[in-house]
């Protein structure tokens, strides 16, 4: 009887465990979506220069000038240019007598009465405030 009950247990588990008739176990697949390419705008470059201070083109219209320190004569001078010397502008004073003049060797202030140019003085960026020195 004991193994009666033994043998009824295993196939009640056994039973229990077991595939049903019926039905076959599968594998199901499952579809993945396939992978769709993407066209990435190709980049565009703009040749840009690098920046610089804006300023009006100015030529030296004396023999000689003294670029000085800063906008007046109780400045230093810096250097001396000669005439049909070329560069920009780039700053005014306040009453727009002097300007900061750059050129390809050299910068300091002039006094405009010795520069010719095209372009509007006055709307380059005032430099105020600049204390002579003795």
């Known amino acids: 009887m004991k193994s009666l009950f033994l043998v009824s247990i295993c196939i009640v588990l056994l039973t229990a465990c077991s595939?049903?008739?019926?039905?076959?176990?599968?594998?199901?697949?499952?579809?993945l979506a396939t992978s769709t390419q993407v066209q990435l705008p190709t980049p565009t470059?703009?040749?840009?220069s690098i920046p610089t201070l804006a300023g009006?083109?100015?030529?030296i219209v004396t023999n000689l000038l003294n670029l000085r320190s800063g906008p007046g004569i109780n400045y230093s001078i810096t250097s001396?240019?000669?005439?049909?010397t070329c560069g920009q502008v780039t700053a005014r004073n306040v009453?727009?007598?002097?300007?900061?003049?750059?050129?390809?060797?050299?910068?300091g202030w002039a006094y405009v009465k010795y520069?010719?140019?095209?372009?509007?003085?006055?709307?380059?960026?005032v430099l105020?405030?600049?204390?002579?020195?003795?």
Do not use: R
Request: net charge negative; glycine share 10%; proline share 5%.
């Open 80 to 84: 001396i240019e000669g005439q049909g």
């Open 115 to 125: 520069l010719a140019g095209e372009g509007d003085l006055s709307t380059l960026p």
């Open 95 to 107: 009453d727009s007598s002097w300007v900061y003049f750059n050129t390809t060797n050299q910068k």
């Open 19 to 31: 595939v049903s008739a019926t039905g076959t176990a599968t594998a199901t697949s499952t579809e």
């Open 56 to 59: 009006l083109k100015y030529c």
């Open 45 to 48: 470059y703009t040749e840009t």
């Open 128 to 134: 105020a405030g600049l204390t002579p020195t003795p």
